[in-house]
């Protein structure tokens, strides 16, 4: 027992290291989506280096997989989907490995077994230390980010002027504001400055990029904040809001210019293509390829800026159910989570469905969300892996306590 006990100790000593490295590494991946870095690729270099350290040390903690039913059906999506692959690659399909899903999908899956493993040993003190950290990190790189690049934009023209990954900053700051708005609750008025103005920061970068696919997750995540808040709390918070959105508005000199050039992003309000970014071609484009092998798809398209169909389009009616299985998993979860447990809820579940959903309603918009491009939606897997073993531990303490009173 006291080995046993002994083991436990040193197993989390050894998470509590990795911890912070997690939370340094938050900091080093964000500032990696800063313009100045993005032209150039040593840092995402230095990104995955990080990553595969992480993961490699914390493989050797313990058991090498994390023990968890959750982990496991996962875990049982990804090696369908990987043989899969490897059997549409061996009847023809010779770009499956090179099309966009397949490196995305594998390291989003190495994220979460990294978080999933550390989960069994985490705390809530230690998750709070990984959400501040990225989620600060992202509003002190959006101050430069705004008043060095976004603010002598042109918002009246078509053409989407930040070049430096538009989707990528706007989903790091799409899950700021959510953690910011949603997890952090500040005690003291410095506490109260830093979150406003860091959410006022935060959501002017994002009207600047004109991601609508990130305003939406915004504003349904928003809503599910106003139901968990008490009617007077929800009329100050509230205000809050529309005084920020006012704020943010009066930047933009008028309120025409936000609808016009902001929402719509300048185009035509009247032509449904135009207004979805082309994103009606796009479907309509992928969905004529996929005439051509209805079954196992044509392997790797060119983008199309849906989820589900880029993959039905990529792996056929047949094959891809484990790519979208491997996409909803978690969000199937966050919901189940939600309401199969509303009496023994805690403000992380709430953080990590207000994300699923963020996610979900990006991946109707977006080609690689959940997933990606690179490691952007890092965030929301290793919150995954944390609440699949954290959640467990809880529900089994206030199981005990409500059988002992």
């Given at each position: 027992?006291?080995?046993?006990?002994?083991?436990?100790?040193?197993?989390?000593?050894?998470?509590?290291?990795?911890?912070y490295f997690i939370a340094l590494l938050c900091i080093i991946s964000n500032i990696s989506y800063y313009p100045y870095f993005q032209q150039t690729n040593w840092a995402r270099y230095v990104v995955i280096v990080c990553w595969s350290i992480i993961l490699l040390y914390t493989l050797f903690i313990g058991s090498i997989l994390p023990v968890s039913k959750y982990y496991n059906k996962q875990s049982l999506f990804l090696v369908i989907y990987v043989f899969m692959s490897i059997f549409l690659f061996l009847i023809g399909q010779i770009k499956i490995f090179i099309n966009h899903f397949f490196l995305i999908v594998i390291i989003s899956f190495l994220i979460f077994t990294i978080s999933a493993k550390i989960g069994e040993n985490i705390n809530f003190h230690e998750i709070k230390i990984i959400l501040y950290t990225y989620s600060f990190s992202t509003a002190i790189i959006s101050?430069?980010?705004?008043?060095?690049?976004?603010?002598?934009y042109d918002l009246s023209s078509i053409i989407y002027q930040y070049r430096y990954g538009k989707n990528e900053m706007a989903i790091l700051i799409m899950c700021s504001i959510i953690i910011i708005g949603l997890y952090f609750k500040p005690i003291k008025k410095y506490?109260?400055?830093?979150?406003?103005?860091?959410?006022?920061?935060?959501?002017?970068?994002?009207?600047?990029?004109?991601?609508?696919?990130?305003?939406?997750g915004i504003l349904i995540c928003f809503i599910l904040y106003i139901k968990h808040l008490k009617i007077n709390t929800c009329i100050k918070y509230i205000s809050l809001v529309i005084l920020i959105i006012i704020i943010v508005i009066s930047q933009l000199n008028k309120l025409e210019t936000f609808r016009d050039d902001v929402l719509f992003a300048g185009r035509n309000s009247y032509d449904l293509d135009d207004l979805s970014s082309g994103r009606i071609t796009q479907i309509n484009y992928g969905l004529t390829l996929l005439k051509e092998?209805?079954?196992?798809?044509?392997?790797?398209?060119?983008?199309?800026?849906?989820?589900?169909?880029?993959a039905l389009v990529n792996y056929g009616i047949i094959f891809f159910l484990p790519l979208i299985s491997l996409a909803l998993y978690p969000i199937i979860y966050s919901i189940y989570n939600y309401y199969c447990h509303s009496d023994n809820l805690i403000p992380e579940d709430i953080c990590f469905l207000a994300l699923a959903l963020s996610m979900f309603t990006t991946s109707c918009l977006e080609e690689l969300a959940p997933f990606g491009p690179g490691t952007r939606c890092y965030i929301f897997w290793l919150m995954f892996g944390f609440m699949i073993n954290i959640k467990r531990r809880h529900e089994n303490e206030y199981n005990n306590e409500k059988n002992f009173t």
């Open positions: 027992m006291d080995i046993d006990n002994k083991n436990n100790e040193n197993s989390a000593n050894k998470c509590r290291i990795i911890i101050v430069p980010l705004y008043f060095f690049y976004l603010r002598s506490q109260v400055i830093i979150k406003y103005t860091s959410l006022l920061m935060l959501m002017l970068d994002i009207m600047y990029l004109r991601c609508r696919s990130a305003m939406l092998n209805l079954l196992i798809g044509i392997g790797n398209s060119r983008t199309i800026d849906c989820l589900y169909v880029s």
